[in-house]
Nanobody
Framework: QVQLVESGGGLVQPGGSLRLSCAASGTIFSINAMAWYRQTPGEERELVARIISGGSTNYADSVKGRFTISRDNSKNTVYLQMNSLKPEDTAVYYC???????????????WGKGTLVTVSS
């Protein structure tokens, strides 16, 4: 019904920048919240940043001031601009969206397959 496809991951040196994108497609009526999570081996998936349809955002303390989440509602796309990257930002980054699918009256959560971000010199 709904697919989320992330892009933009890769290898970057400490202090560098990357921009992640996540495009949602399918039988979408509306999208409420969109978010980025990340996960490292052996750890739980953690929220990095979240943005609701009205534009309000919240961030994990570890990324405040360095990462910026934004969205283009006309394209059903969410972005994560990551600046001043640190080795501890290395993780697989997952896109998440709360979607109201056509024909349904409630939101359902969907996940992308993830994109790897590696911060290393």
């Amino acid at each position: 019904q709904v697919q989320l496809v992330e892009s933009g991951g890769g290898l970057v040196q400490p202090g560098g920048s990357l921009r992640l994108s996540c495009a949602a497609s399918g039988t979408i009526f509306s999208i409420n919240a969109m978010a980025w999570y990340r996960q490292t081996p052996g750890e739980e998936r953690e929220l990095v940043a979240r943005i609701i349809s009205g534009g309000s955002t919240n961030y994990a303390d570890s990324v405040k001031g360095r990462f910026t989440i934004s969205r283009d509602n006309s394209k059903n796309t969410v972005y994560l601009q990551m600046n001043s990257l640190k080795p501890e930002d290395t993780a697989v980054y997952y896109c998440n969206a709360d979607v109201m699918v056509l024909g349904y009256s409630y939101n359902m959560g969907y996940w992308g397959k993830g994109t790897l971000v590696t911060v290393s010199s």
